[in-house]
């Protein structure tokens, strides 16, 4: 398995700021992905984060709103950005790669609340 | 795409019986079916998975059986304990890097 952290676990923003949230493996992995899971509701995936290239946006998420980062192959930023109560979700980053036996891997999730 | 849907979204059973999750999925190509556990406040945590040139898999008091015919699996917890309430999602996915897509998930309730 991997070891995968997330900052920050949790936090309370202003409507119309943005909100940069990291992720760190503890092993390079091929794939790192965001995935958004609003109150009570399953997983949706957002982007995969590609190292040294632009992420790969699924439908109904753009990279204006969501810029993603992928520096190395441990590490990943997601930027939630001009947020609305709507942004209001848990974001979690998962891992996969060989040297996991292509199984994925969640981070613990960060918290977001827009007011 | 590949659409994903599992039955029950609640389940209440008692501690020490079985509980049962099936789960259904649409792209007869998808071939890799994971199942996760997600607790409280915690990210989903994967407990065990099925390939499709495996018709069920075992790891102690958890199994998964996969019927690709009728494109269903379900998860079987048997002698459930406490520890055991959570929410779990069912997944399915065509190959290694391809998006995984979930179930809308089950809250399962293990009362003592």
């Known amino acids: 398995s991997a070891v995968i952290s997330q900052k920050p676990s949790r936090d309370i923003c202003q409507r119309g700021t943005s909100l940069t949230i990291q992720c760190q493996v503890d092993?390079?992995?091929?794939?790192m992905f965001w995935y958004r899971q609003q109150p009570g509701q399953s997983l949706t995936l957002i982007a995969t984060?590609?190292?040294?290239?632009?992420?790969?946006?699924e439908s109904g998420f753009v990279i204006d709103k969501f810029p993603i980062s992928r520096p190395n192959l441990t590490f990943s930023t997601l930027t939630v950005s001009n947020m609305s109560p709507e942004d209001s979700s848990i974001y979690l980053c998962?891992?996969?790669?060989?040297?996991?036996?292509?199984?994925?891997?969640f981070g613990p999730g960060t918290r977001l609340t827009v007011l | 795409g590949e659409n994903v849907e599992q039955h029950p979204s609640t389940l209440s059973v008692q501690e020490g019986d079985s509980a049962v999750i099936k789960c259904t999925y649409s792209?007869?190509?998808?071939?890799?079916f994971p199942w996760y556990k997600q607790e409280l406040g915690k990210g989903p945590q994967l407990i065990i998975d099925i390939r499709s040139n495996v018709g069920e898999k075992k790891d102690q008091r958890i199994a998964v059986t996969l019927n690709k015919t009728a494109k269903h699996f379900s998860l079987h917890i048997t002698e459930t304990q406490p520890e055991d309430s959570a929410v779990y999602f069912c997944?399915?996915?065509?190959?290694?890097?391809?998006?995984?897509?979930f179930g809308p998930g089950t809250s399962l309730s293990v009362i003592p």
């Open positions: 998962s891992v996969e790669g060989p040297a996991l036996d292509n199984e994925q891997f």
């Open positions: 792209d007869s190509a998808s071939n890799y």
């Open positions: 997944a399915a996915l065509k190959t290694s890097y391809d998006k995984v897509i």
């Open positions: 092993s390079q992995v091929t794939m």
């Open positions: 984060a590609n190292q040294g290239s632009e992420a790969t946006y």
